[in-house]
């Protein structure tokens, strides 16, 4: 059982920028592909970027290439989500996952074994 803790949400401006943060209680962490999903209100919720075991490959939803980055540091545990150019469509409740299978452009959430409880995201126009 892999326990996620997402941080690092929070209200900003538009075109300001964040970076979130997924701490894992699992030391297998390094087995797992990371994922961020986002759910806004009265949404589904949909993908916005994975990361493979090593860190070595990612993939990205189309509305966030250029401007988000997801990245890994397997020695403490943590996943992150840096985003930049923020804007008021963003906002939305954002979410880690991780999966223990390949491969890491499976977007659907199903395909995702655990999940944190989630980080507000809020920009401001």
């Known amino acids: 059982q892999v326990q996620l803790v997402e941080s690092g949400g929070g209200l900003v401006q538009a075109g300001d920028s964040l970076r979130l943060s997924c701490a894992a209680s699992e030391g297998t962490f390094s087995k797992y592909i990371m994922g961020w999903f986002r759910q806004a209100p009265g949404k589904e919720r949909e993908f916005v970027a994975s990361i493979s075991w090593s860190g070595s490959s990612t993939y990205y939803t189309e509305s966030v290439k250029g401007r988000f980055t997801i990245s890994r540091d397997n020695a403490k545990n943590t996943v992150y989500l840096q985003m930049t150019s923020l804007k008021p469509e963003d906002t939305a409740f954002y979410y880690c996952?991780?999966?223990?299978?390949?491969?890491?452009?499976?977007?659907?959430?199903?395909?995702?074994?655990?999940w944190g409880q989630g980080t507000q995201v809020t920009v401001s126009s």
């Open positions: 996952a991780a999966a223990a299978r390949p491969p890491i452009f499976m977007t659907t959430p199903s395909w995702y074994d655990y």
